[in-house]
C-alpha cells in the first residue's frame, strides 16, 4: 500500500485517545506490518537515559529476545547514541548488528524525537534485502512525528 494512503489510517489510530498511547504504537505496528510487503517485523522502542537502555514498548510481528537493547549496541543502539536515521541495506555487512531472526535481511531505524530530544525509535526489520528507500525514511520520520504528538 502507498505510503500516502496509510497516513490517514496511521492519523485515525492516533486520535483514538480512548487508547492508551502503547495500544496505539502497536496497532500503528500492525498496519505498517501488514500493509507493507516487506515490513517484516515492526517495532517502537523507548530510552532509558538513566540506565543507557532501550525498551521495547510497542511491536508487530515475531516475538524478539531484544526488549532492551543498550546504547550503542546493535542498530538500535548506535541511533539511540547518533539521533540519526540507520539504513541497513545488508545486515550481514554490519558488525554491530543484533541478530533477531535468521531471516532478516535489511533494516531501517528512525528516531523519535519529543521536543527536540531523542527518546526513542522505531524499528523495521525486513526479510528482503536491499528494500529501504528515502520514502521509506520519509514516512517513517512522519509517523514518528505523529507518535510523538500523543506523547
Not at 540506565?51 to 542498530?75: N, Q, S
Not at 512525528?145 to 506523547?151: D, H, N, P, R, S
Request: aromatic share 10%; net charge negative.
Amino acid at each position: 500500500m502507498p505510503f500516502d494512503k496509510l497516513k490517514p489510517r496511521v492519523t485515525t489510530i492516533l486520535a483514538n485517545d480512548r487508547e492508551t498511547a502503547e495500544q496505539r504504537m502497536t496497532e500503528v505496528c500492525e498496519l505498517l506490518q501488514t500493509s507493507i510487503g516487506y515490513y517484516d517485523w515492526v517495532g517502537f522502542y523507548f530510552a532509558n537515559e538513566a540506565e543507557r537502555t532501550l525498551h521495547l514498548k510497542a511491536f508487530a510481528g515475531e516475538p524478539t529476545d531484544h526488549t532492551v537493547i543498550p546504547f550503542g549496541k546493535g542498530i538500535c543502539g548506535q541511533v539511540a547514541e547518533s539521533n540519526k536515521n540507520f539504513v541497513v541495506a545488508d545486515v550481514k555487512a554490519q558488525t554491530n548488528y543484533i541478530a533477531c531472526s535468521i531471516y532478516v535481511k535489511a533494516e531501517i531505524v528512525i528516531p523519535l524525537f519529543k521536543d527536540g530530544k531523542n527518546i526513542g525509535q522505531i524499528d523495521i526489520d525486513s526479510h528482503t534485502a536491499d528494500p529501504f528507500s528515502e520514502e521509506d525514511e520519509r514516512f517513517l520520520e512522519w509517523v514518528n512525528e505523529q507518535v510523538a504528538a500523543i506523547l
